[in-house]
């Protein structure tokens, strides 16, 4: 049976990093890469696992370079700080790697809460970022700020069960959640060379609100449907301003 690296990665979670922790600690290697955190994120991680790193952050694509480069074993498992590893999910990718993985990464199924109840539409479920189980030869995370893509050398696959995540604590915490993501977005797309243009302050809010209330079935999730595509739109509106500042400056 093929061991299993875990990490995560933080910076400043130390309200969330012992939850995350504790629904993973069943691997056989855990990692915590830090970046210089100024509160008890280190601190709780050690409690948990000796191997806790300190990174520069450069990027979130060369971060989780830099997590997977120390593991020890073939096989990754990756964890982010809001998530929580179920026992489910636990027994699927042990059961996986007993027979022998039949593909070289897997997609994981996420449940997202947020104000009070789980999102079931917005584009949320089931809501998959890049493969969260996979063999570290055969895959590396692009270079990328923020929402980095990855690269895979042979064939992905799908896990059944899920990975809880608990992505923002109220609206404030989305909010400044957000002005973080949207400096690196603004970033990203000045190193990419994009152009800025008028009307994407306008059209793209709207469309992505439409998207997400309407074509995503967001109604159907009540209020927190409508404020969750409220705040994207919200979001999408000040990357695209931050974009054009950037660019004028």
């Not at 969260?132 to 042979?154: I, P, T």
């Not at 608990?166 to 977005?185: N, V």
Request: hydrophobic residues 35%; glycine residues 6%; positive net charge.
């Amino acid at each position: 049976m093929s061991k299993l690296s875990a990490y995560v990665i933080a910076y400043n979670n130390e309200s969330e990093i012992r939850a995350c922790l504790e629904s993973v600690r069943w691997a056989d290697e855990l990692i915590v890469v830090d970046s210089h955190s100024t509160d008890a994120t280190e601190k709780i991680s050690r409690e948990f696992t000796d191997k806790v790193y300190q990174h520069e952050f450069r990027g979130f694509g060369k971060l989780r370079n830099e997590a997977v480069a120390h593991a020890s074993h073939d096989w990754v498992f990756s964890l982010d700080t809001d998530e929580r590893a179920t026992p489910e999910i636990r027994e699927e990718i042990r059961l996986l790697l007993e027979r022998g993985p039949d593909a070289d990464a897997y997609f994981v199924p996420r449940k997202n809460y947020f104000l009070g109840r789980w999102i079931r539409h917005c584009g949320w479920y089931p809501d998959y970022r890049q493969p969260q189980l996979f063999h570290k030869q055969r895959m590396r995370y692009r270079d990328d700020l923020v929402h980095e893509g990855y690269e895979l050398q042979g064939r992905a696959g799908h896990l059944k069960e899920h990975v809880l995540q608990y992505p923002f604590r109220d609206i404030d915490h989305y909010l400044a959640k957000m002005d973080r993501y949207s400096d690196l977005m603004a970033q990203r797309m000045v190193q990419q060379g994009r152009r800025f243009r008028l009307h994407q302050l306008v059209t793209h809010p709207c469309f992505t609100f439409a998207k997400m209330y309407v074509g995503r079935a967001g109604f159907l999730d009540g209020m927190p449907g409508l404020i969750l595509s409220g705040l994207y739109a919200y979001y999408t509106f000040i990357k695209y301003a931050k974009f054009w500042e950037l660019v004028r400056k």
